[in-house]
């Protein structure tokens, strides 16, 4: 079984996946699969009737993958997402899928899927220029937070505390750029500096954490330098992690819940979500799970990793323990 992770080590964002790629190798190997970093460039889309079973890699004839693994997330471009289509139609199974990659990559179209079925989500406009700034206080209140559609590690995201502070960045907005999208979203306050990152692998959430900003910021992402603890996968926490992720489209998903209370709205949805930090707390080895999931898609149920038939033996052991005790009753 072979398989090509599709990631750019030239970007700069992306830079910081090197953690996640080399585990994806470590436990690839152990499982017996072959896996190739690639990165978009080093393909050549050749759209053609023919030629169905080969792509050209570093100019070259290739054969296919088995399947393929994005790893660019929101840093998508345009060519990436046409590499990942063109990989589709040619048959290669991708995890995600193209257009779930492209559909968490708008932050204003994840919230309209989610809310059309109505699982929480923060109010949220698009922005319309020159923003009417008593329309956006009278349907989210003060503070707002403000955040470019697409974006991840939180750079594209600030809060106004006031509504000088607000007039001030979206004139700011408006005099840089006239035809930027961006979102405006009430801010949840008892969220404030702290969130929950949930891994959803195949429909199943398969781990839980909760993240803290260190330096006072409202923002918690990790890689902005947050610390991170294990959090109890509560039935709301997985029945909104696992829903997310199927109304989107994702077989692999981090999805970030904000607090809400004694509830949680859903924050956003990573369609190639880092795991360094999840696995410094929880208990999880996530390129496993990834690799099991996909494993049962490609129907190759005799490379399931060892630690999912671990499990499963647990599980045998346990259910014919449970049996022996309910014949005994
Ligand atoms: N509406 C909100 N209310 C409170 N905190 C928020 C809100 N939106 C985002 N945050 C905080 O900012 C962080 C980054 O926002 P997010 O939309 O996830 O952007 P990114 O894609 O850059 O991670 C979140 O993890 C959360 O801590
Ligand atoms: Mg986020």
């Known amino acids: 079984m072979n398989g090509w992770v599709l990631y750019n080590e030239t970007s700069e964002i992306l830079r910081a996946e090197s953690f996640e790629l080399n585990r994806f190798r470590q436990v690839a190997d152990q499982c017996g699969i072959e896996l190739t970093v690639i990165s978009p460039e080093q393909i050549d889309l050749v759209v053609t009737r023919d030629g169905r079973q080969s792509v050209l890699l570093d100019g070259k ?21 046409a590499v990942i289509r063109h990989l589709e139609r040619l048959g ?8 779930s990659i492209e559909t968490v990559r708008d932050k204003l179209f994840t919230h309209q899927i989610l809310a059309q079925s109505n699982l929480p989500v923060a109010k949220t406009m698009l922005a319309k220029f020159p923003v009417d700034v008593e329309s956006v206080e009278k349907h989210l209140g003060l503070p707002v937070v403000v955040k470019t559609i697409s974006g991840s590690q939180g750079t594209g995201v600030f809060l106004c505390e006031s509504r000088e502070h607000f007039e001030d960045l979206m004139q700011l907005v408006h005099a840089t750029k006239s035809n930027v999208n961006i979102i405006i979203q009430e801010f949840v306050a008892s969220s404030r500096g702290r969130d929950l990152r949930v891994l959803v692998v195949g429909g199943k959430a398969i781990a839980c954490m909760k993240r803290s900003s260190n330096d006072g910021s409202f923002k918690a992402n990790f890689t902005r330098g947050g610390s991170v603890e294990m959090f109890e996968l509560t039935p709301e926490i997985e029945w909104l992690s696992s829903e997310a992720s199927r109304l989107l489209g994702l077989d692999i998903a981090g999805i970030d819940l904000l607090f809400d209370g004694e509830h949680y709205k859903i924050c956003e949805a990573n369609s190639s979500p880092g795991f360094r930090g ?13 690799f099991s999931f996909i494993c049962v898609r490609l129907g190759q149920l005799d490379k399931l990793p060892r630690v999912a038939r671990v499990s499963n033996e647990n599980t045998d052991i346990q259910a014919s323990e449970q049996r022996a005790a309910d014949d005994l009753a």
């Not at 290669?92 to 257009?99: G, I, K, L």
């Open 61 to 81: 004839e290739v054969s296919l993958p088995d399947f393929l693994l994005p790893r660019m997330g929101a840093a998508t471009t345009y060519f990436a997402l």
């Open 278 to 290: 999840m696995e410094s707390c929880v208990e999880v080895n996530v390129p496993e799970h990834i």
């Open 92 to 99: 290669v199974q991708t995890f995600n899928s193209s257009q």
